[in-house]
């Protein structure tokens, strides 16, 4: 069974203060490995795809990489807006279904 | 703009009484499915199409129904509805198989 485990679940940020978020994961087949960012009653937003190990993307103040067992979100200087769940999910099987982790609720004070 | 619709985005009803939940896109997606979130057990799949008249289940595919007539539309129906089905609920599409995927803005059902 595919699983997608996501750590911490929860973390607290001064304002300027760079952490890491992790996404592990054990699934047959992996297609790619989505992060995704969502605000209270929203549905989630589309950060970055990774496809294969050694894959790193970058946003703004966001980066993702990827490795083989696991991937990580790191934020650099985080600003309060930057505050929400992120979620990373994992993409296999033919119709490359997602299966997500419980995800990591960021909340950055000033 | 690009969007995928969900309409109610909230609904309480009774047990029993069937409901449905539309879903809509207008970005040619081929791919859509259908997602339950609840707190401590994330985003489960429920069902999802490749395209029209294709659907299969996914994870969590019991007390629910769906069909895809027309490309842009993928409404999710409970016919029987219970408590246990109480969640929020989204809708995403995706341009093909490994692309991102587009999630609309939420329906939160509460089954008393």
């Known amino acids: 069974e595919d699983q997608v485990t996501q750590s911490p679940e929860a973390l607290r940020l001064q304002e300027g203060e760079s952490s890491s978020l992790n996404c592990s994961y054990t699934?047959?087949?992996?297609?790619?490995l989505f992060w995704y960012r969502q605000d209270p009653g929203k549905g989630p937003e589309f950060l970055f795809t990774?496809?294969?190990a050694g894959e790193e993307k970058e946003k703004e103040r966001l980066k993702a990489t990827l490795t083989k067992k696991e991937s990580f979100l790191h934020i650099t200087a985080p600003k309060p807006e930057d505050s929400a769940t992120y979620l990373c999910?994992?993409?296999?099987?033919?119709?490359?279904?997602?299966?997500f982790g419980t995800g990591t609720r960021l909340q950055v004070t000033l | 703009e690009a969007q995928v619709t969900q309409n109610p985005r909230y609904l309480i009803t009774v047990t029993g009484k069937k409901l449905t939940v539309t879903c809509s896109q207008n970005?040619?997606?081929?791919?859509m499915s259908w997602y339950r979130q609840d707190p401590g057990l994330g985003l489960r799949q429920i069902y999802y199409?490749?395209?029209?008249?294709?659907?299969d289940k996914g994870d969590v595919p019991e007390g629910y129904k769906v069909s895809r007539k027309e490309k842009r539309n993928f409404p999710l129906i409970l016919e029987s509805p219970s408590p246990n089905q109480t969640s929020l609920y989204f809708c995403?599409?995706?341009?093909?198989?490994?692309?991102?995927?587009?999630f609309g803005q939420g329906t939160r059902l509460t089954v008393v």
């Open positions: 995403a599409s995706k341009l093909s198989r490994n692309t991102e995927a587009f």
């Open positions: 699934v047959s087949g992996l297609r790619g």
């Open positions: 990774l496809y294969s």
């Open positions: 999910a994992a993409s296999t099987g033919t119709a490359s279904k997602l299966t």
């Open positions: 970005m040619n997606h081929e791919y």
């Open positions: 199409s490749m395209n029209v008249e294709v659907t």
